[in-house]
Nanobody
Framework: QVQVVESGGGLVQAGGSLRLSCATSGSIFKINAMGWYRQAPGKQRELVATITSGGSTNYADSVKGRFTISRTIAKNTVFLQMNSLKPEDTAVYYC??????????????WGQGTQVTVSS
């Protein structure tokens, strides 16, 4: 129905940068919002950043000023630019798309996750 595919994770030293990408496709009438969440070992999944169809953004306090979420003009791909990375940013990062399907139902789709590891 809806596919969400992430890419761009990896291993980086503290203070470094990574850029994550997320593309969504499928039986989508409209994308209401897309965002990034992360889950560290032994912890609950938490919001990192979101962007709405109108372009409004929201960030977790822990990443404000370091991470930037953006999207393509077509609005079906979002990016997460992560700068000044810290070891505590280490987690599996998941992309989420909140969409309206062509059948008019609301649907929330998740990607498979991409590992980000920040070494000290």
């Amino acid at each position: 129905q809806v596919q969400v595919v992430e890419s761009g994770g990896g291993l980086v030293q503290a203070g470094g940068s990574l850029r994550l990408s997320c593309a969504t496709s499928g039986s989508i009438f409209k994308i209401n919002a897309m965002g990034w969440y992360r889950q560290a070992p032994g912890k609950q999944r938490e919001l990192v950043a979101t962007i709405t169809s109108g372009g409004s953004t929201n960030y977790a306090d822990s990443v404000k000023g370091r991470f930037t979420i953006s999207r393509t003009i077509a609005k079906n791909t979002v990016f997460l630019q992560m700068n000044s990375l810290k070891p505590e940013d280490t987690a599996v990062y998941y992309c989420n798309a909140k969409v309206v399907l062509t059948t008019s139902y609301d649907y929330s789709a998740w990607g498979q996750g991409t590992q980000v590891t920040v070494s000290s």
